[in-house]
T-cell receptor, first 112, second 113 residues
């Protein structure tokens, strides 16, 4: 089954404790993105990747890092999480830059 | 600013009623792509439709239809004979550069049985 998976689905952590949210897709897609969803704001892109080792900032990249060492994986790293990074995070992938984006199930992160 | 505006924050309808969700976009581009996504209570994002700026034909898929009008910069979504399973948050989005879906703030639709 074609899908985007994310882990963990739920995470509660404390300020400053580094964490990684994993994302994997099995569709051999070139493009992958991370979004965060906050009430009243819709979804906003954090980072995206056009291919292995090619990443760039989206609209809200501060406080986040990403890497793309393999085509299928695109982890999101929070080096020093803060409470304002409490949010619902979605990973997405697409075959091309104009195509439909397939979203993962979401990761709900709470930073206390 | 190149915005996507969904002015209706919440809508409630009784089952079997028709409902239209509005989406107004801003863009300086001549070529652009618009999308609708559905987010049911379970939280996942479900792709509904993609439309490019060169294709102004209205689209129908079962009970769903979309009205794209460049003259008014609108891309409205109509559900005919609504059902309880249609209850969800619906997002309109525009594709900006760099694979970035710029989302509106969403419209929460509640269908009352």
């Amino acid at each position: 089954e074609a899908q985007v998976t994310q882990n963990p689905r739920y995470l509660i952590t404390v300020t400053g404790k580094k964490l990684t949210v994993t994302c994997s897709q099995n569709m051999n897609h070139e493009y992958m993105s991370w979004y965060r969803q906050d009430p009243g704001l819709g979804l906003r892109q954090i980072y995206y990747s056009m291919n292995v080792e090619v990443t760039d900032k989206g609209d809200v990249p501060e406080g986040y890092k990403v890497s793309r060492k393999e085509k299928r994986n695109f982890p999101l790293i929070l080096e020093s999480p803060s409470p304002n990074q409490t949010s619902l995070y979605f990973c997405a992938s697409s075959q091309d830059v104009l195509g439909e984006q397939y979203f993962g199930p979401g990761t709900r992160l709470t930073v206390t | 600013a190149q915005k996507v505006t969904q002015a209706q924050t919440e809508i409630s309808v009784v089952e079997k009623e028709d409902v239209t969700l509005d989406c107004v976009y801003e863009t300086r581009d001549t070529t652009y792509y618009l999308f609708w996504y559905k987010q049911p209570p379970s939280g996942e994002l479900v792709f509904l439709i993609r439309r490019n700026s060169f294709d102004e034909q209205n689209e129908i898929s079962g009970r769903y239809s979309w009205n794209f009008q460049k003259s008014t910069s609108s891309f409205n979504f109509t559900i005919t004979a609504s059902q309880v399973v249609d209850s969800a948050v619906y997002f309109c989005a525009r594709l900006t550069g760099a694979n970035n879906l710029f989302f509106g703030t969403g419209t929460r639709l509640t269908v009352i049985p």
